[in-house]
């Protein structure tokens, strides 16, 4: 293959990851303006990451070789979080830690091969402590549903 006609990076994306910095990036500006109450958690940031949420799901995309049904599964885990914690809001502060860990579980529980949490926390620009202390918060935060049928899929799409 010619190198002079490669597409960039974010051309050849999947549509699931476009959707998703989308979605998340609207939930992420909204929630910023609210005076909501918050309960304070380790997916709040100190400060706003500096990448954009759709170059950081680039990034988990490029580097965790999980499958596409994994991202609408991990979208499926964040809106389940979002309704069963209320107070723990998606926010410009904790977007890209909601993100990380809604696609590490989502591809242990989906797919049949996939990285340890040091690996994902490297991806994801935190520290291994930290990727397995918010991998139990979110698990305990859905409840541990971890099951996703057909039918849950085909509403979204």
Avoid: W
């Avoid at 050849?12 to 918050?38: F, G, W, Y």
């Avoid at 599964?73 to 990380?100: G, T």
């Amino acid at each position: 293959m010619n190198q002079d006609h490669q597409e960039p990076m974010a051309e050849t994306m999947p549509n699931i990851i476009t959707a998703m910095s989308c979605l998340l990036q609207r939930v992420s500006e909204t929630n910023d303006h609210l005076n909501q109450k918050q309960r304070i958690s380790g997916f709040y940031g100190i400060t706003k990451p500096s990448i954009s949420i759709r170059s950081y799901l680039e990034r988990i995309f490029k580097y965790a070789n999980c499958s596409h049904s994994c991202y609408i599964v991990a979208y499926i885990y964040l809106d389940r979080f979002i309704k069963k914690q209320p107070f723990l809001l998606i926010n410009s502060f904790s977007v890209h830690r909601f993100i990380i860990t809604s696609v590490l579980v989502s591809a242990k529980f989906m797919d049949d091969l996939c990285y340890n949490n040091g690996y994902y926390a490297q991806v994801g620009g935190i520290s291994k402590e930290e990727m397995n202390m918010l991998e139990l918060d979110f698990l305990f935060g859905i409840g541990f549903q971890l099951n996703v049928t057909g039918f849950v899929i085909s509403a979204i799409g």
